[in-house]
């Protein structure tokens, strides 16, 4: 394990028994620990298939939290009703720090993911503590945060007819919103506050109502909660670019040079997770940012939201 720039996190739980009964037992502990770490390890315990791993997410006895209902993004491949892989991008590319759908009105408030089979190489997540981004970014640059505070942020996302599994937001217009015709699709868009334009390749150009940049936590704490490190560093394919996607949410941009700073943050507060067989992983969305670094080989992690 390579030490946290963060003490304590993540919080690692070693066992070598079931990894379902554990949660059962342990719940209230484990969900007191996630409020303090923001992501817990599970090493050690008997999680061989995603048949476990699917029964341990049961355990713990929270809603679900679909993936074909959600508003992601990414291309993901349903194993289960709960379980699904993390996102086909392909391996050559870096999926960068993120909170899971916070560029969308609905968004989970924790996430699971399982390690069936380690990479060769590479291939480890990197996790952020964004409430401490935040604090330190407040220092560094005050009037930005003010801005993300007051004004939040607007995302527009080009979405493909058909899905697109090359890109790490291929997913299209018709998986994310559930639909098969544009009208059903202006529906569903219109009842969740975007704009909208048609493209004339059967793309789907979608803009999202103000969403938050900063998330209160409770307690006084809040979480540089957005989508914005993701986008300023990975939205460059053909589709997405982040100087025309992001903007503050009274349409004035947000440019590389505004973001510099929680960029470098986010570096010297990551901890890169080198993933070993069986290992399960537990996510606060609200305070924890993830990501994926590119890998060589075969690489199989899962993944499940809690509503």
């Given at each position: 394990?390579?030490?946290?720039?963060?003490?304590?996190f993540?919080?690692?739980?070693?066992?070598?028994?079931?990894?379902?009964d554990?949660?059962?037992?342990?719940?209230?502990?484990i969900?007191t620990q996630?409020?303090?770490?923001?992501?817990?390890?599970?090493?050690g315990f008997?999680?061989?298939s995603?048949g476990?791993?699917?029964?341990?997410v049961?355990?713990?006895?929270?809603?679900?939290?679909?993936?074909?209902?959600?508003?992601?993004?990414?291309?993901?491949?349903n194993?289960?009703?709960?379980?699904?892989?993390?996102?086909?991008a392909?391996?050559?590319?870096?999926?960068?720090?993120?909170?899971?759908m916070?560029?969308?009105?609905i968004?989970?408030?924790k996430?699971f993911?399982?390690?069936?089979?380690?990479?060769?190489k590479?291939?480890?997540?990197?996790?952020?503590?964004?409430?401490?981004?935040?604090?330190?970014?407040?220092k560094?640059?005050?009037?930005?945060?003010?801005?993300?505070e007051?004004?939040?942020?607007k995302?527009?996302?080009?979405m493909?007819g058909?899905?697109?599994?090359?890109s790490?937001?291929?997913?299209?217009?018709?998986?994310t919103?559930?639909?098969?015709?544009?009208?059903?699709?202006?529906e569903?868009?219109?009842?969740?506050?975007?704009?909208?334009?048609?493209d004339?390749?059967?793309?789907?150009r979608?803009?999202?109502?103000?969403?938050?940049?900063?998330r209160?936590?409770?307690?006084?704490r809040?979480?540089?909660?957005n989508?914005?490190?993701?986008?300023f560093?990975?939205?460059?394919?053909?589709?997405?670019?982040?100087?025309?996607?992001v903007?503050f949410g009274?349409?004035?941009?947000?440019?590389?040079?505004?973001?510099?700073?929680?960029?470098?943050?986010?570096?010297?507060?990551?901890?890169?997770?080198?993933?070993?067989?069986?290992?399960?992983v537990?996510?606060?969305n609200?305070t924890?940012m993830?990501?994926r670094?590119?890998?060589?080989?075969?690489?199989?992690?899962?993944?499940?939201?809690?509503?």
């Amino acid at each position: 394990m390579v030490d946290s720039p963060v003490d304590g996190f993540p919080h690692i739980v070693a066992g070598d028994g079931d990894l379902a009964d554990y949660l059962v037992s342990h719940k209230p502990v484990i969900d007191t620990q996630l409020a303090a770490s923001g992501a817990m390890l599970f090493r050690g315990f008997d999680v061989p298939s995603v048949g476990e791993f699917d029964a341990a997410v049961s355990a713990y006895g929270e809603p679900n939290f679909p993936y074909k209902e959600s508003l992601s993004n990414a291309v993901r491949v349903n194993l289960t009703e709960r379980v699904f892989t993390a996102n086909e991008a392909p391996p050559t590319t870096s999926i960068h720090l993120h909170h899971e759908m916070a560029q969308t009105p609905i968004y989970p408030s924790k996430l699971f993911f399982y390690c069936e089979i380690a990479p060769d190489k590479g291939g480890a997540t990197p996790l952020c503590r964004s409430d401490i981004l935040l604090t330190e970014l407040a220092k560094a640059e005050p009037g930005l945060v003010n801005a993300f505070e007051m004004l939040g942020v607007k995302y527009t996302n080009v979405m493909p007819g058909a899905d697109d599994a090359g890109s790490g937001q291929g997913r299209s217009w018709r998986s994310t919103l559930g639909v098969e015709d544009r009208a059903r699709a202006e529906e569903r868009l219109s009842a969740l506050g975007y704009s909208w334009a048609w493209d004339s390749d059967d793309t789907l150009r979608a803009t999202t109502p103000v969403l938050p940049a900063v998330r209160a936590l409770g307690g006084g704490r809040k979480s540089f909660f957005n989508q914005l490190i993701a986008a300023f560093r990975g939205w460059s394919d053909s589709r997405n670019d982040p100087s025309k996607s992001v903007t503050f949410g009274d349409g004035m941009p947000i440019t590389g040079t505004d973001m510099d700073t929680a960029i470098a943050l986010s570096d010297a507060l990551s901890y890169d997770h080198q993933w070993q067989a069986g290992d399960v992983v537990l996510v606060d969305n609200f305070t924890v940012m993830h990501g994926r670094k590119p890998f060589e080989g075969k690489r199989k992690v899962l993944a499940s939201l809690i509503q």
